[in-house]
């Protein structure tokens, strides 16, 4: 949820502390004076350097020539969605001392402040200035602080801010030296067929570590280990790492090569063809569109994803399946036949799933006895039916985040936690052939680049993002991941521009967002990694009467061309190219079957079906 201002609340507060201020002492007002051996410890505070020194979140930072305070050049940052566009920079301090920091701002709702002082943590804000006003602030370190970060920040859905002359006045600390590059990097045995994990000895020093694949930067951590995701199948690549502080990061280490296994990461080498064609069947009720019976299925249909099983209650996690009662599907075979029907096409290569939640289908794996619950149901139907896996499509309020669970490679509320331990025990159950597919709406994925839960100060729609951290944990299990580009608002890509469903550019960005990676609500120390090609297929609307977001195949020929071969791809600039894209999923088999296979017989077309 966008917002425009400081909620009522916090600005009367503030407020009031900043007039109790002024009165008690007159801090904003009247900063104490310099000692005589104070100096400015600030790097490049008039922004003369360009961005050097400085950190913006979310690439939200520029430096301009006009307005400026002083000398030629200033901060312009502009906040997008969840980002406030904070600058910052840690600067080296000495214990228990007092500093003074100040710059000059301009615009509405800008902040001041330094954290990390080991003392009490300090801010300062102007709610409008039109001209160049002076914020200044003190503080003083702790007893064992020897670094601060100070920082400037705009507001949610504010327009653009600009900030010149920050200093920073007092003692200067002890310098802190570039650390070591670290040591003895090497590959674990844990490898697997999507990732690699590594270690290494740690630097003195340092405060963390960024670890690179191929020359580029895919991770940065604290410790002295990661695992590096979202890797290609029997593929060898290279690592290397460096140490990070205050004050720089270290040279590359020497570099490891490891190969991953074979197998395409227990999903990708579930027995699919290299392009696929994915489609829900409505099995357990009517619409529209028309019963369909199974063993009339057209062979076009590579995955067939069984609608729906539902739970008892919203929080049983007591999933249940039945074919459409004959009073609503008048053509509706025996279980007898279906079942056969199942074996039918599973021996003509075909994978049969069932498909969790849907519209209707609420399901909050709340508690762990929920979670246990929806493991047993689940291997019931599975068996009771003899199929290869579970599509989980959890809709509505299924999936959300709770207050304070902020990063989506650890997540801590109970819905989450306990759905991506549920699945796992399947996994383990049903071994290395267990199809596992999920298909999410753009609100709970793609929105994250933007949104992750309700926040850093609270009040976002906690659904925002919310899949990621199911996504993140299995994607060494997951099959395919089609996301439901339909029935979505507009969603911003990596452009930062926003995209709008119905034709090919929302299909391009919304898939390249899957395939590059992304830093979840623009902070790019929490960074989605990418998904393989072979795990992403394209969701669509069989037909106008499916959903909102049709998209006719012309429009959805020139989102494969983009996105496979990089052309026809518009105004939009893809990250990569992906010939390996598995394919296309759409709402529904009956819904291309009442519009006379339209959607089927142009994948086959397309791909030589």
Known sequence: MERTGPPARISGLLAALSAALLVAGGLAASAPAAAAADTDLARNGGFEAGLDGWSCTGGSGAVVSTPTHGGTSALKATPAGSDNAECSQTVTVKPDSTYTLSAWVQGSYV?????????????????????????????????????????????????AY????????????????????????????????????????????????????????????????????????????????????????SAKSSTVTATTAAGGGGGGGSGLPTHALVGYLHSSF?????????????DSWDVIDLAFGEPTSVTSGDIRFSLCPVTECPNVESVAEFKAAIKAKQAAGKKVLI??????????????????TFVSSVSKIIDDYGLDGLDIDFEGHSLSLNTGDTDFRNPTTPVIVNLISAVKTLKAKYGDKFVLTMAPETFFVQLGYQYYGSGPWGGQ?????????????????????????????????????YHSMGGADFHIAMTDMLLTGFPVAGDTTKVFP?????????????????????????EVDKALNCLTKKTDCGSYTTHGTWPGLRGLMTWSINWDRFNNGEFSKNFDAYFGG
């Open 111 to 159: 902040y001041l402040g330094a954290s990390g002082t080991g003392t009490t943590d300090v801010s300062t804000w102007t709610q409008s200035s039109p001209g160049w006003t002076q914020l200044t602030t003190t503080f003083r370190t702790g007893a064992a602080t020897t670094s601060v970060k100070i920082y400037t920040h705009g507001w949610y859905g504010t327009p």
């Open 162 to 249: 600009y900030a010149d002359d920050l200093t920073l006045v007092g003692p200067g600390g002890d310098p802190v030296a570039i650390p070591a590059t670290p040591a003895g990097l090497r590959a674990g045995t844990t490898t697997t067929s999507s990732s690699v994990a590594l270690s290494w000895t740690g630097s003195t020093g340092a405060a963390g570590y960024n670890v690179y694949r191929g020359g580029t930067k895919v991770l940065s951590v604290t410790g002295t280990s990661a695992t590096v995701t979202g890797l290609a199948a029997s593929t060898a690549y290279s690592f290397q790492v460096t140490a990070t502080n205050s004050a720089g990061e």
């Open 286 to 298: 009517a619409n529209g569109s028309g019963y369909t019976r199974m063993a009339d299925v057209p």
């Open 355 to 372: 498909s969790i939640g849907g519209q209707n289908g609420q399901v909050q794996l709340s508690t762990t006895a929920a979670r246990d």
């Open 461 to 497: 729609d906690p659904r925002a993002g919310a899949y990621l951290p199911v996504i993140h944990a299995l994607r060494d299990d997951l099959t395919l991941l089609h996301v439901q580009d339909y029935n979505s608002g507009s969603i911003m890509g990596l452009d930062n521009q």
């Open 530 to 554: 990418a998904l393989r090609p072979d795990q992403v297929s394209i969701g669509l609307p069989a037909s106008t009467q499916a959903g909102n977001g049709y998209t006719s195949p012309s």
